[in-house]
């Protein structure tokens, strides 16, 4: 991953969007879309991530 991809401001709030590659339908596949929702509870959990 790029360093431009980076967040580093602790007090930040940011907006992040993405594209998939190929549009994979993320939300309509239980397969991805668990590895995706697993994914941002590690994250939630591990690395200190707010969603909002």
């Given at each position: 991953?790029?360093?431009?991809?980076?967040?580093?401001?602790?007090?930040?709030?940011?907006?992040?969007?993405?594209?998939?590659?190929?549009?994979?339908?993320?939300f309509?596949?239980r397969?991805?879309?668990?590895?995706?929702?697993?994914?941002?509870?590690?994250?939630?959990?591990?690395?200190?991530?707010?969603?909002?």
């Amino acid at each position: 991953m790029s360093r431009r991809y980076k967040f580093h401001d602790p007090i930040g709030l940011y907006f992040i969007s993405f594209a998939s590659v190929g549009w994979v339908d993320l939300f309509t596949r239980r397969e991805y879309r668990d590895i995706l929702v697993d994914s941002l509870k590690h994250c939630q959990e591990h690395k200190g991530l707010l969603l909002y």
